[in-house]
T-cell receptor, first 116, second 117 residues
Framework: DTGVSQNPRHKITKRGQNVTFRCDPISEHNRLYWYRQTLGQGPEFLTYFQNEAQLEKSRLLSDRFSAERPKGSFSTLEIQRTEQGDSAMYLC??????????????FGNGTRLTVT | AQKITQTQPGMFVQEKEAVTLDCTYDTSDPSYGLFWYKQPSSGEMIFLIYQGSYDQQNATEGRYSLNFQKARKSANLVISASQLGDSAMYFCAMRGTTSGSARQLTFGSGTQLTVLP
């Protein structure tokens, strides 16, 4: 079990640029989640995949955000035309599909985005 | 809709003492799960303990125990024999079982715990 892996760990970009983050979940987990966490707050749900299907999206996920999981394994989160308000930690998590309420999410170390 | 409330932005505890971190929740789901996570300064969210809404006994995992009071909708985390390495941000979270809430965790705003030597 190598855990959830996220790349890059840190990203600094200028306002208006596009950025893409990658998440590799635990290999046997077919559920994958993206969360955003701003300083001093708890993580906020962005979107969720079951295998390659994106089943749920938060209204926090504006049109500038897009997430994919093309082969049901790794996932990418892209932010277009970044704004300073996008500065946050972006967390990826995975879980198995068996069990529902009792399955914890396993998180990666996150990607910290700074938009200047 | 689900809501988690953590009213203690920061807590201090002396090393080797016990500490209780408060969590209250609100949900309309008939069954749900409650989780506690630890987030050190490195950023990783570490799963600590789980309590099911229909579990008869309070959950325990090593030095962590969950004081679950269903009627009061509270799920406080108790850390016994605090260690310096326990200094971190602690988040309470819940997950429901209805279709809208079954897949995601809803988090509180967290409590920053500092263990003093």
């Amino acid at each position: 079990d190598t855990g959830v892996s996220q790349n890059p760990r840190h990203k600094i970009t200028k306002r208006g640029q596009n950025v893409t983050f990658r998440c590799d979940p635990i290999s046997e987990h077919n559920r994958l989640y993206w969360y955003r966490q701003t300083l001093g707050q708890g993580p906020e749900f962005l979107t969720y995949f079951q295998n390659e299907a994106q089943l749920e999206k938060s209204r926090l996920l504006s049109d500038r955000f897009s997430a994919e999981r093309p082969k049901g394994s790794f996932s990418t989160l892209e932010i277009q035309r970044t704004e300073q308000g996008d500065s946050a930690m972006y967390l990826c998590a995975s879980s198995p599909s068996t069990g529902t309420a009792n399955s914890p999410l396993h998180f990666g170390n996150g990607t910290r985005l700074t938009v200047t | 809709a689900q809501k988690i409330t953590q009213t203690q932005p920061g807590m201090f505890v002396q090393e080797k003492e016990a500490v209780t971190l408060d969590c209250t929740y609100d949900t309309s789901d008939p069954s749900y799960g409650l989780f506690w996570y630890k987030q050190p300064s490195s950023g990783e969210m570490i799963f600590l303990i789980y309590q099911g809404s229909y579990d008869q006994q309070n959950a325990t995992e090593g030095r962590y125990s969950l004081n679950f009071q269903k009627a009061r909708k509270s799920a406080n985390l108790v850390i016994s024999a605090s260690q310096l390495g326990d200094s971190a941000m602690y988040f309470c979270a819940m997950r429901g079982t209805t279709s809208g809430s079954a897949r995601q965790l809803t988090f509180g705003s967290g409590t920053q715990l500092t263990v003093l030597p």
